[in-house]
């Protein structure tokens, strides 16, 4: 219950848009990290890729509609809007770096030693992948730490 | 955040209004209301119009904009 001499936001009154954002870094965590360190010491298949997409999927379902419906007051505004553009221009930016390492690495790969053609095309299946992930968290946390420090 | 200032929080008292409820006459969210009475959110222009209608006062009467600080000269 506000007040009209209220000042300062506790924790537990964040705005809807923020509780969305801990929902979607708590699914992307709950299903990559296992996928992750399973492909890191398995061969992964595309049938493991697939499932996992699947099951994130589901996740941000449940997840946000529980958000959703235990929050009244579901606008979004334009320090929102800024905050997701903050967002987003970070992500980029890991993107290209992270892009810009894979190449780096991959030119490396063909001038040390060959790459197995049987596993090439799953095992950047997995790098790209992880690429799209760190992005999409370093975009939530970029976020989260923006709804903290109020800019 | 910058050089603007504000009489949001003073205005939306004297006016009795909570900061939920001038919220929703400016379609913003509470917490974006609570960063721009810490000065630490500068609306936009239609937004601080916006302020501005609701408290029925001139924009300069809500936002006032104090100037870059400058750096002391030495000697």
Do not use: C
Not at chain 1, 103 to 125: D, E, I, K, Q, S
Not at chain 2, 2 to 27: F, K, S, W, Y
Not at chain 2, 35 to 63: C, H, Q, W
């Amino acid at each position: 219950m506000s007040n009209i001499f209220d000042m300062e936001p506790p924790m537990s009154t964040l705005s809807y848009q923020e509780k969305s954002l801990y929902g979607t870094l708590a699914a992307d965590l709950i299903v990559y990290i296992p996928y992750f360190v399973y492909v890191m010491h398995n061969p992964t298949t595309l049938s493991h890729i697939v499932g996992t997409i699947i099951l994130l999927i589901v996740a941000q379902i449940i997840l946000q509609s529980g958000i959703a419906i235990a929050t009244r007051n579901r606008i979004t505004d334009e320090r929102d809007r800024q905050i997701a553009g903050l967002g987003y221009r970070n992500a980029y930016f890991a993107l290209v770096g992270m892009i810009l390492t894979g190449m780096g690495a991959l030119w490396l790969h063909t001038v040390y030693g060959p790459l197995n053609p049987n596993h090439m095309g799953l095992h950047f299946l997995s790098v790209f992948l992880g690429m799209v992930v760190i992005s999409e968290i370093v975009k939530i946390l970029s976020q989260l730490i923006a709804y903290r420090r109020s800019i | 955040m910058g050089g603007i200032r504000n009489n949001v929080r003073d205005l939306r008292a004297a006016h009795e209004m909570t900061q939920q409820q001038l919220a929703d006459r400016i379609d913003l969210t509470r917490q974006t209301v609570i960063a721009i009475e810490g000065d630490k959110y500068s609306p936009s222009l239609e937004t601080a119009f916006r302020i501005a209608n609701v408290f029925g006062v001139p924009l300069e009467r809500v936002f006032q904009y104090q100037g870059e600080r400058k750096k002391p000269r030495k000697g």
